[in-house]
Structures are given as C-alpha cells and as structure tokens.
C-alpha cells in the first residue's frame, strides 16, 4: 500500500534534488508491485542511456530497504562490469542513500541501513558473511553492496558456502546486461553459485537488471516471458521517445564520418568491401594516429569558441596504448600550435591498469600526474582520450565534442555515442566525428534502439562436418598444408603489411551516405525483433581454455594485401601468396568458389604486374585452377596461354591467330592490358615483325587469305598488321611497344615529308635518334627498324634535311648498324662526301671508294618492283640513294673530282654528272659552261692580265653560266685567280669576274664589298 506514484515520485526528488521524469515513476513502481505481488522473479528495465537509470537503481534499493519487512529484502547487491562504472553508481546511489537517511519523516530510513563498495573479493566475501550472520542473529542489517562481476571468480571466494536463507533475502541488481551476462557465462554462474541461487530450486535469485541496449542474451536471460515464445523488457522507455521528449540531445544531427582518402597505386581491382576494409584499418592504424588527433585538435579548438561554459570533448581510442600515444601527441601538438587555444596540461588520457610503452610501464599517474578515479577527476579534463574506461555510464553534461577512433558496432556504439548528449544551459547540438565508421555503420548500430525490442527464441543446428560430427580444428593447429603460425601468418601481421602498403593523403569530414529508416524517422513503430544465432547453453570451466596467442591469417585478408601491391613482394607477401596458392592448388570448390568471391583473380594479376618470375609462375598456377569458377580468371588464363603460344610457335598463321586473340581480349578487358605487357606480349609481337622471312609468311595460309600477304601487300599484310595492333593494345603498359609504334609513325612522317626545312622533319629524327641511339636498345627493335625500310626513309631524310637533320638521320643509321652492315655503310655517307668535296690530288683510297659508290648509283637504274623477284623494265628515275648522295652534295664533290682527280676518275665524274642532269637542274648549265674544268681553270690560272685570246673566251663562257660557276666556285678552287682579274684585269675582266665573285658571296656585304671593284667600278657599273 505504501507504494503509490506519488511517493516515489517524491523519493525520487528528495534524493536527487531534481524533478524525475515519469518512466522513472512508472518503472520503479511497476517493479515493485510486481515483487510484492510474487509475479516474478526476474526483471528487465530496458532505459535508454542518459535517461536516469542509475536513478531508478537507487530508488529501487532505497524502497527494497524501506520494506524489507514486507518484502523481504535485506541485502541489495548492484553488480557493474567495469570499475569505472562501479565506482560512479557507488557515489549516486551512495549520495541519494544519505540524502533520505537524513530526510524528515516518513521518508528517512533507519540509521543502521548502509551504502558499501567491495573493493576487492575479500571484502564482499567479508560483507556476505557479516550479512548471513546478522540473519542468522535475527537482526539483519539492511544493506546495498556494489562490487563488479569479475570478482565472484577469484580463489577468495570459492570456499565460501551461500545460506538459503540469505539467497532468499537478497536481490541482485546487474547493470548493463546486454554485455555482461551473455548466454549465462561463466562470471554470471559464478555470481549465481556465490549468492546461492542453487539453494532455491524452482525459483532462484530475484534480478532486477538494467540495460541501454537489450541484446538477445540480456531478454533471453531477465526478460518477461509473453505468448508465442516472445520475450520483452519489463518496463520500456526507448531511444525513441526519449529524443522525442527532449530527456536526451539528438545524436543523430552533428554526426559526421571522417574517410580517410588514401592515395596508394591502382586500386581499379578493390571492391567496396575491400575498400571498407581498408578505410578500417587505416582508422585504425597508429601510424596515421598524428594526422588524426591533429585533425580533432583543429576542429575542437575553434569549435568551442563562443560558449557559456567550458566544453569538454572525448576521443574514443582503440586501445590501452593508443591512449598514451594519442594523448602525448595531442599535448605536443597544442604545445605547437597555441592558436588553437587548448591547454596542453588539461588534455588527459583515461585507461585501467599500467602498461609497457617503449620499454616503460605507463599508468594514468605518470601520463597525467594523478590517476582518474572517478569522474569527478574526468570532467576536470579540456579533452579527454579514453580506452574503455568513461566509455559507458560517464555522465557530464559539459561533454559536447565526441571523436571516435575505434569502430563501434551493436549496442556499445549507442551507448558510446550518447555520452554527450546530456542537456545543460547553452549547449548546442552535440557533435560527433566518427574516424572508424563507415556509410552510417554507427547509425545502423543505433536503429533498433529508436523503439521497442523483443526477443523470439530460435535455434540453429550447426552443420556436421564429413564425420557426422561438428568439425572443429584444434586450437593452435594450422590447417593440413598451411603454414605453421609464425611473424608472417598471423591476421595482425598480414594486415600491418597491408598498412605499410598504402598512404594516406588526407581526411575528409562528410555525412553518411545513408540513414537508416527507423533512426531518420524517429517514430514509434512495430518492435524489432532479435534472434540468436544458436540456443544457449552454460559452457562448462573445463571449456575455457587459454586464448590463441595469433589468429591465423584468413584468405580475405591474404587476397586484399596481395591486391594493393604496387611493387615487389617482401617476404611476408609472398608467404601469403603462397597460402592462397595452397589452397586453390586442393581444388576444392567450395574454396575456389570463396576465392573466387574475395577476387583472388585479381590478386593474382597484381601479383604477376609486380612480382619477379617465380611470382608470377605461383600466380598462374593458381589462376588456371580458378578459371573454372572465376570468369576474370579465365580471361586471364586464355591470356596467358596465347601469349605464350605466339611466342612459341613456329608457324606464323598460329603465331597471327594467338595475337589476334589476345588483342581481342584486352580489347574487352582493358585492364589486363598491363597483365599481357609484364607477360611479354609486347616483345613477342615486336619480335614476330622479323621471326619470320618474306617467303613464309607469303605463303603461311595460301588460300585462305592469299592476297593479304607481304607477297602483295608488304608491310600491310595481314601478320604485320596483327603484330602491330597487338602493341597498340598494350597502351602505355609496355614502353618498348611504345617505342616501336611511334618510331612507325615517326617514319611514316619523314617518308611523307618534301619540302627543304619542315620542322617535322626534326622533330621525328630527334625521336627516332634518341630511341634508337640509346645504350639500352634492344636488338628486336633495331629489327623493327629495318623491316620499316629504315635505311631508305634515312637516305630521304639526307635529300630534304638540313646539315642537324642530316648527322640525327646519320646517328639512327650508324646505331641501325649493329643489325646491318648497309646502314653502317650508309650512316658515313655524309662524311664522306664531305671529305671528297673538298679533295686534292690524288683522291685518298676513301675518296676513291666514295666516288665509286656514287658512280654504281649514278650508272644503275632502278628496277620496277613487279613480283618483287623479276625485273622487266628500267626506270629512268634515280634511286633514293643516289637522290641522298645529291642532297648531300654529290654533284659538288663529282665537280671537284673534275678538277682534282686523274682521267678515270674524271671519266667516272663526267658519267655521274651526266646521269643526274635531268634531276638536278643546275648540271646541264654547268655541262654547257665549261667542257673540261681542269683545262678552263688551267688556262685562266696561266695567261696574262688582262686577258686575251683563248683565256677571254673561257671568261665570257663563264660570264654566260655565272649562276652555276659561282655555285661551284670553291670545287674549282679559281677564286684567287677570279680576284686577280678583279684587281688587275680590264674593265671586262673585272665586270665578269666581280659578278661571279658577289654571286657566290651574296648575302655577305664585307665579300660583296671586296669582289675585286677597282677605285672606279661601282661608279662605271652605275654609269
């Protein structure tokens, strides 16, 4: 009768000094109601957290002690899983005990009622016997014990032996049951043998347990047992309605992700679950922990600018050491930057017990000066840095600024991200900046929160192995051909591998991509549903053996550091390889097909793009044996095979069918373009330009395709034209294909060039000198060369370049001469002729061999290609070598054989001239100037000034072709007697030979100037 809503309402005020809110009313006295009714023995109040839950625990323990008597509850034990956690329930319930046993009448209780923490399990083993034997004195005291649950383990209690009767007496209230009581462990059948619920058969302890976030387990365990197998919390106040009501601040407003934008190599082949998986290791990871904590620093330093109260944030850490290192980190960098206006002595890091940094044993007292024992020492801190300890149950109403580090997932991520949402005075939204979290992860986490939760009990039989029988591998033992558990086989080590393969380049604050219905909503709808993925059953002590010390690397992991690679394997790599090449060499479809689903395949083909040869030869074999459940891997294996067929085999028709077929597949999948290049498709190809002669590839598939032969179409045919669609394929994968297709172009653009001074010219004898002059030339390009008529294309280059076109179409022939002794012979042509040029008696072996050559071209005529083998008519044209000897001044060289050179030899340079004179314009006027060089300059050089007779008619002939004498003035070598006339000649003599000399000199005003005008030439000549 005592316990009606008003009174605990007032309860309720008295204690804590605030108006409570009506579920807090409504729980309490449902409770217990329920308990004087004998209803039920256990009890779920589902609160959802910063709702006042440990307010509801305290008003439950104050009426159990008020009505002890007619209840018949002398002893409350408040179990708590963390000593954090422990100690913060302690001192509310402790405070809001002491306000009423001081309170007026009615509500004061007896004075003998007490608040007491067991410390450790010595004292709660004191305090249980001190209870049991004050019942059994028949004065029992009326107690609230708080103490964690780890501590009904230990050695000190497990001689203690519970009374019925106290176990009858004594209600047990265990907070944050969804993660301390899973499945009836082994610390919650601890607890229950300790208290004695063995001694009560048929209805054990009373429980009244609380949690934020129910789990299958915490329903399945305290939960009410309703119709059709459903279990629900006792009483409910969700999420939901207590963001609806305002009890809590919005969570969901300022929630923003912070990605992590790696830029590491190709990562064309990464799935979303890859890149997923990547983004949460690299949260995670210390190596870019500075990058993160500056990045909290830069956002929580201005942001707290412009409030009434001094705000406080906290960083969620992955672990006890992290911790250390994130907060020394942080207090260095605000020591740096003083703009940010966070003082470095009030950023505090929160974690339990000691640890080993650097050789060092690290606590919270040498980290900040003193140890954080409660949260009253916590809320003194600007920022805070937590590892588990003021994660849950941590109530400041000034914490606004929440950055999450580790990832958070099922209840523990609501409980978390609930920290800052309490009300107070001038607090804005609460903020949060997840690190860890991905594409509303931590939203989704918090969606069945938002409204009531039921529990349908369901089993799963798991599934028997070969023997009929559950098949479980012994712990420690590495499966039958997988490598024992050392450095490089363990998850973590594979997975600092795949750290140390990526980069980060910067963080990127953005929204969720997507918002779960249930939480964007915020409306009351049908319960969710939970399940359990198999039926509870106690686990026995024997069962609890020693943890793993290294979780053997899984191939998800294994394929995902080898998809990454963007250089050559280390060992560690390629022990991973060869893991994965294990298990595909079993052929068992069930892992095929699982390797298949992570993109084993493209692994594989990262592998063959960076790794050496025996990489790639454990990459293929693992290939082949996926082709038949992976159709990438097929792509790659047909690949594989017709390179290495047209590399191969000796019948060009093969050779041309495989190209082609691999072409088509690159073409399909582009991206195995750079697979074929490290695979050799590129040299194969270039190779096949010159594998095979003219005369097999003329008649490799007569029939068939007989008219797209070299026999027909030359450099057009069908083969050469699949060789060379297969390096263009390769793109810019294959540097040597490249190469070889742009010294293709680069020939074609010489050929097509005719006019003197093309600065394209230039251009593309500048490529194809720098590529083929380079040490590092292969041979097979420099067989490309010739087969693309490099020697001809050249000998162009000599008629229309000018002197640098020249020496770079010379450079490319003296490299092509390593191949063929022609285009060695050919790249001395200029010098040569140079040389002969510039002759005097008698001509040098040399210039004799030069002149011969020049004779050969001059005197032969070119014959008309028809069928390639047989000639049937002349061509009156010259040949492009004996075009390149005239642009390179044949015809001023033969000029000075004439002079210079004995009868033969003069012969020889009469014929050349007369050869050429219908190609070169200037050779009939010089024919017709002089009969015989040496006898006209001879005469000239012997007769007297001025000139008379024989020697004034030779000077009038030249006068005549003075155009031509004047352009092979230096062959003759008659300038000095030219200026000699100038000076002491007549007027004739002067007038003829000062115009030959100024048109061989025009352009040079100090030559003009001196041609040889006497005292009254100009005046005359302009007369």
Known sequence: SWVRRDRIRKVLELGSQRTPYEHQVDGVVNVLKAIAAGIDRRFLLYYAPRTGKTLVQATIAYSLLRLRQELGFSLVIVVNDREALDSQSF????????????????WSLPQEACVLRADTAVELRQLLEASQRLLQAGSPQP???????????SESLAGYLPTAELAERTLVMPDEVHRSHKEWGVLTRAMA???????LPGKGLTYVALTGTPSSAALDSFGTKLSDGITAPFHTYHLGAAVREGRVLDPRVEYFEVRSILASGDRGSLSSMDAGRLQRLVSCASAHLRERVACILEHFGPAREGLIYIAQGMVVCNSRAEVVQATRCARQIARDRPDLGINPGLILGAFSSGLPIDGERVDESQLNGNALKSAADAKRAHLLFVAHKFETGYDNPSLTYMYVLRSLSGPLATQVLLRHCGKRVGKPRPVTLDFA????QALRAMDMFFGDVIYRAGEVVPKPGPSGDVARRPQGQPEEGRPANNAFASRRAVEQLLLGRIRLERLEMQRPMSTPPRVAASLPGAPHELSVCKAPRPRELAEVGPPRALALSDPCTDVLLLKILNSPLNDGERMALQRLVAKAERGHAGMLKALSKHGAAFAMQQVICVGNEGDREQAMSAIFKLQDVDTHAKALAELSQSIKVAGQDMNPSVCRDELVKATGIIQVKPDLARVAAHLGMGGIALNSLTRFSSMQLSFMDFGSSSFDTPFFRGNDSGFYTAAWNAMTALGEHDLEAQKALQAKEDLQT??????????????????LQTSAATPNCSVMFLKMLEHRDTKEVMLHAFEVGDDDDVQKAAAVLKSLGQVSAKAAELALLPER?????????????SQVQTLGMVHREAVARKRHPFFGFMSFFDDDEPSKELCAHIGLGAVFAMLRVLFVGSDTQREAAGEVLDAVKDSVQAVPGLLRAFGSPRKDVGLLASCALPTTGSAREVLKRWGQHAQQIAAVLPALGAEGRLRDMCARGDETDRAIAGHILRLAHRGDPVEEAAAGEGPDAKRQRTR
């Not at 001192?91 to 009615?106: G, W, Y």
């Open 143 to 153: 107690m609230v014990v708080f103490t964690t649950l780890q501590k009904f383990r």
């Open 750 to 767: 010489v050929s097509s060039i005719t006019e003197f001074g093309d600065a394209r010219l230039t251009l593309a004898l500048n490529r």
């Open 833 to 845: 002729l140079k040389s002969l040029q510039g002759a005097r008696p008698p001509l040098s072996a």
């Open 437 to 440: 979290s991905q594409n509303g």
């Open 193 to 199: 043998r300790v208290l004695g619920a063995g001694l």
């Open 91 to 106: 001192e509310v319930v402790n405070d809001f005990i002491l306000k009423l046993k001081f309170a007026p009448a009615p």
